[in-house]
């Protein structure tokens, strides 16, 4: 019997997604269909095609909505019923819209302050506006209903005042947030507990363990007794209690069909399960599985539930280990959850981001080292976005295209650690032949693209390097080849777009899942489905650009609209764009943006995307070269920051012309803004507002000492220190390798490893701090639960950890040698003549034998006399060649002058630059690559 209403469920399922219009059912009646057969599949485990009904009732409830508000009058209850459906499919700004239309026309006092309450539940949670602005103005909505009367009763209000402040809070981590969300949470509970039936009253015990958590760490921090949480629980243990006592009574009185109901049946589980009454938890919570939901009930049930669990000492079960072995509280939890309970218990973590700084393949090549022990210790699996700049855009592609690849030709089932740590060590590889193309150079080795450049008009380097980005890196990890005429062989973003391969549980099959959506499916997964965000600045507003594989423009949490007064150019999907280039805008070029060093390549633009303007994208890191601002915005709990940067570095005597000065100004306000930020994730991962902080860079654990002044009559004494620093470097060999250039030239096998080799060593003692400052607050298990323990795997870059570890200056030759390489490292050019004596030596004998035949020949020729004859066409060419010489610095002003001096330039690096080019590919570049080999290193 059940099996015949399956049947028949998805047969109702697929003709409502098939048919454009139902034929002879309106719009509004097939939505509700939509919604009703999306609960029904969901609770018998139907995922697939639960989420298809979603889009296909999101698709009509918007045209729906649209067409509503082109009416001229609307219906009071047909507008607050859309409005709630609207709320139901994430239109939240369409349901906004309807809400102010209506309370403009105006409407009954009953229906008014119940689509108040509904505009401000749709306006905090509109992602289109910026956190901070959708919060103030929800909550001045609320106040214009009464919500700081001390007559306020309605647990509607209050209760959305609570969540607001609890989202200002997991925002600002600010204790004044926390405690508002529980004052109006607790208001909700006892003025009307009746009409709140638990909402309000189980919120207010769960910010009631948060803060006694919260008390608990800070007095284990500061080392000091803590007089705050066991008052704390008990407060939420007896509310908790009065809850199971009293609900039940309500609801009989209320509604005869409450046990069908799913916000009641889980607020009775959670009651029990925050007071350790497990398996009356599990009662419920079985009963709640068995009624109509949606996935994103059953997520934010789940989450909620988890984290009452780890805010109590339970650590979620291993990896592989038996249900029947696993504590109380997740055997509860697995009666909801079923079979993907183990991949659920993880969310505690909350959302994990991964931020790779800019610093050109310096930074590409220190993440790997990252990468590769992140992979060791299976936090990879966890990240949920991956927020690039420049040579982290760059790198963080090419592992974004290569996890791709394995998440849609794997389940979530068959993908393990062995995995990911398989696929850094391809990533590398692949990355490392790319990087040892010289793209730098490369980008004027083709004469015809030089031409290209010189003629194209909104062609310049930055798509050169782009394109090259693409032939050298991604097209490594999976060749593509576009299809349509007009538009560059190059992948477009859109289909960056992960459809991870699902097992179906019901059918025993899998399927590639079309309608897969991160933020509301991560949660069932244990290998996340990650959201690349490519950083960019926009030279028009100053804000910061994301490229994604869903949308392009300007996210809103980043602009303050408070200081900031520049307009921000909306984000919008590829599909909503105006022309066929925009919307299949190519990620080499996406990358190329993030990494278009300003003055060094030419910004990219974006013609006819907005009215009357022509957007300019330069380097991301000139908005923020580590990328968390990007992981904040979407809203990241636990945040990864691996930062190879460069940094400023002191200098005895500053030089003092006005270039010069401007530079230096510039590094000074760059570093400033980098310290500033890092204090604002300290500060939130104390207050808790973040669930961790892991941030690494390349000059860590190399203090600096105070100066004395001239006959200081107090020295500092000097400090004794060890060679090496924590994490096993020298401290020398890790100063030079915080030197290496910012380029995208030929790194050699020595410089690239080293690197590698940095960041991992970095990254395993990070972790191990991490865990024991962990262990230090009396927390259960090891910090964000990762296998910080894991043991290390053979790596490409294994063999030079030791010479790195050794001090040059005690007399160890490959010590020496690799210093004698990274001090050479930080050149920009000359760095194979630096490296080889032979070379050098041979380019000065041939300097000296040039120098020596020009003295000659002027000997020879001393008394000789020469007749120079300038006709009219000669001397007008030298006044013509004058006035250009005068006027291009001013060729700003005149967008004539400033082509001109674009092909001068250009024709000179696409003609000149093509020769010299091909020769350093040919000749020099291999000579510098021969001299870098590690096995050379390994040797001596």
Same mark, same amino acid.
């Given at each position: 019997?059940?099996?015949?209403?399956?049947?028949?469920?998805?047969?109702?399922?697929?003709?409502?997604?098939?048919?454009?219009?139902?034929? &002879?059912?309106?719009?509004?009646?097939?939505?509700?269909?939509?919604?009703?057969?999306?609960?029904?599949?969901?609770?018998?485990?139907?995922?697939?095609?639960?989420?298809?009904?979603?889009?296909?009732?999101?698709?009509?409830?918007?045209?729906? &909505?649209?067409?509503?508000?082109?009416?001229?009058?609307?219906?009071?209850?047909?507008?607050?019923?859309?409005?709630?459906?609207?709320?139901?499919?994430?239109?939240?700004?369409?349901?906004r819209e309807l809400l102010q239309k209506l309370l403009a026309q105006g409407c009954s006092d009953d229906l008014a302050i119940k689509a108040t309450q509904q505009l401000a539940l749709n306006t905090y949670k509109d992602g289109e506006l910026p956190p901070d602005e959708r919060y103030s103005q929800a909550l001045t909505i609320l106040e214009g209903i009464g919500l700081r009367s001390s007559d306020c009763k309605d647990p509607e209000t209050l209760g959305q005042a609570g969540a607001i402040y609890k989202r200002k809070f997991n925002r600002s981590g600010?204790?004044?947030?926390?405690?508002?969300?529980?004052?109006?949470?607790?208001? &909700?509970?006892?003025?009307?507990?009746?009409?709140?039936?638990?909402?309000?009253?189980?919120?207010?015990?769960?910010?009631?363990?948060?803060?006694?958590?919260?008390?608990?760490?800070?007095?284990?921090?500061?080392?000091?007794?803590?007089?705050?949480?066991?008052s704390l629980r008990k407060q939420a243990g007896d509310l908790r209690k009065q809850l199971l006592a009293d609900l039940p009574n309500y609801a009989t009185v209320q509604d005869q069909n409450i046990l069908q109901q799913w916000w009641f049946l889980v607020s009775m589980a959670e009651a029990a399960f925050g007071l350790g009454q497990w398996d009356e938890a599990g009662k419920w919570l079985e009963l709640a599985k068995n009624t109509e939901h949606f996935e994103w009930e059953q997520q934010t049930t789940t989450q909620q539930l988890v984290a009452i669990a780890r805010m109590h000492g339970f650590v979620p079960p291993a990896e592989g280990q038996s249900a029947k072995d696993w504590a109380a509280p997740w055997q509860a939890l697995s009666l909801l959850l079923g079979a993907d309970a183990p991949a659920s218990f993880e969310c505690f973590r909350g959302k994990v981001g991964l931020a790779l700084s800019g610093g050109g393949f310096r930074a590409s090549l220190y993440h790997l080292g990252v990468l590769a022990r992140l992979a060791e210790v299976d936090a990879l699996r966890s990240v949920e976005v991956l927020s690039t700049v420049s040579g982290g855009s760059i790198v963080g592609a090419h592992y974004y295209l290569a996890l791709r690849k394995m998440l849609m030709e794997k389940t979530d089932a068959e993908i393990s650690r062995d995995d990911y740590i398989k696929l850094v060590r391809e990533v590398i590889t692949q990355f490392f032949n790319g990087v040892s193309k010289n793209l730098r150079v490369r980008a004027l080795a083709s004469l015809p693209d030089n031409f290209k450049m010189l003629f194209q008009s909104g062609y310049g380097r930055s798509?050169?390097?782009?394109?090259?980005?693409?032939?050298?890196?991604?097209?490594?990890?999976?060749?593509?080849? /576009?299809?349509?005429? &007009?538009?560059?062989?190059?992948?477009?973003?859109?289909?960056?777009?992960?459809?991870?391969?699902?097992?179906?549980?019901?059918?025993?099959?899998?399927?590639?899942?079309?309608?897969f959506r991160p933020q509301q499916a991560n949660w069932r997964r244990r290998s996340k489905v990650p959201t690349l965000l490519l950083n960019t600045t926009s030279l028009n507003s100053g804000h910061n650009w994301h490229f994604t594989a869903s949308f392009m423009g300007e996210p809103p949490g980043l602009t303050g609209q408070d200081i900031d007064m520049n307009q921000r150019y909306r984000r919008l999907y590829y599909w909503q764009a105006p022309t066929e280039k925009l919307k299949h805008y190519p990620l080499g070029y996406a990358v190329a943006a993030s990494a278009g060093v300003p003055a060094l390549f030419d910004p990219l633009e974006l013609e006819d995307l907005y009215p009357d303007r022509t957007i300019r994208l330069v380097d991301g890191g000139v908005h923020d070269n580590q990328g968390v601002a990007g992981l904040l915005d979407e809203s990241c709990d636990l945040i990864l920051c691996s930062d190879a940067s460069g940094q400023m570095d002191d200098q005895a005597s500053?030089?003092?012309?006005?270039?010069?000065?401007?530079?230096?100004s510039d590094s000074i306000l760059q570093d400033r803004v980098r310290e500033a930020q890092y204090q604002d994730l300290e500060a939130k991962a104390?207050?808790?507002?973040?669930?961790?902080?892991?941030?690494?860079?390349?000059?860590?654990?190399?203090?600096?000492?105070?100066? @004395?002044?001239?006959?200081?009559?107090?020295?500092?004494?000097?400090?004794?220190?060890?060679?090496?620093?924590?994490?096993?470097?020298?401290?020398?060999?890790?100063?030079?390798?915080?030197?290496?250039?910012?380029?995208? @030239?030929?790194?050699?096998? /020595?410089?690239?490893y080293a690197l590698m080799a940095s960041g991992y060593a970095m990254t395993k003692h990070q972790l191990s701090e991490l865990d024991r400052q962990h262990q230090d607050l009396q927390l259960n298990g090891h910090w964000a639960d990762f296998d910080i323990q894991a043991p290390a795997q053979d790596w490409p870059f294994s063999s030079i950890a030791p010479i790195l570890a050794a001090d040059p200056e005690a007399g160890d030759s490959k010590a020496k040698d690799l210093a004698m390489q990274l001090n050479a490292s930080s050149l920009l050019a000359g760095k194979a003549f630096v490296l080889i004596p032979t070379l050098k030596y041979a380019f000065i004998a041939c300097g000296l034998l040039l120098l020596a035949l020009l003295i000659y020949w002027i000997k020879q020729n001393w008394l000789d006399n020469t007749t120079i004859t300038l006709g009219v066409a000669s001397i007008t060419t030298a006044i013509i060649i004058t006035l250009v010489g005068v006027l291009l610095p001013f060729g700003k002003y005149l967008q004539p002058l400033d082509t001109a001096r674009k092909w001068i330039g250009l024709a000179v690096l696409g003609t000149v630059g093509w020769v010299l080019a091909n020769l350093h590919l040919k000749f020099f570049d291999q000579w510098f690559k021969q001299r870098g080999k590690l096995q050379r290193l390994l040797d001596l």
């Open positions: 019997m059940a099996k015949q209403n399956y049947k028949k469920l998805i047969t109702q399922a697929q003709e409502l997604i098939d048919q454009t219009q139902p034929s &002879g059912t309106p719009a509004d009646s097939a939505a509700d269909k939509c919604l009703m057969l999306s609960k029904q599949l969901y609770q018998q485990g139907e995922v697939r095609v639960s989420r298809q009904l979603l889009v296909k009732a999101r698709e009509l409830l918007k045209q729906q &909505g649209e067409a509503c508000l082109a009416k001229t009058a609307l219906d009071e209850t047909e507008t607050l019923t859309l409005t709630k459906r609207l709320k139901n499919v994430d239109e939240h700004a369409l349901a600010r204790l004044e947030d926390l405690q508002a969300a529980h004052y109006f949470y607790q208001r &909700g509970w006892t003025k009307n507990p009746q009409q709140d039936m638990g909402y309000c009253g189980i919120n207010a015990a769960f910010i009631l363990d948060k803060l006694a958590h919260r008390a608990h760490v800070n007095a284990a921090r500061e080392k000091i007794p803590d007089t705050e949480c066991e798509n050169r390097m782009g394109e090259l980005y693409e032939s050298y890196f991604y097209q490594q990890v999976e060749a593509y080849q /576009v299809a349509t005429d &007009g538009l560059p062989n190059m992948r477009p973003m859109h289909d960056l777009r992960i459809h991870p391969l699902t097992a179906d549980q019901l059918g025993n099959t899998t399927f590639t899942d079309e309608n500053p030089k003092k012309s006005a270039l010069s000065v401007f530079f230096r104390k207050n808790n507002a973040l669930q961790g902080l892991f941030f690494i860079h390349l000059k860590q654990d190399l203090h600096s000492d105070p100066l @004395d002044w001239i006959q200081c009559d107090n020295p500092t004494p000097e400090p004794q220190r060890p060679h090496c620093t924590d994490y096993g470097i020298d401290r020398g060999q890790q100063r030079r390798l915080a030197q290496v250039r910012t380029d995208l @030239d030929t790194f050699t096998e /020595v410089e690239a």
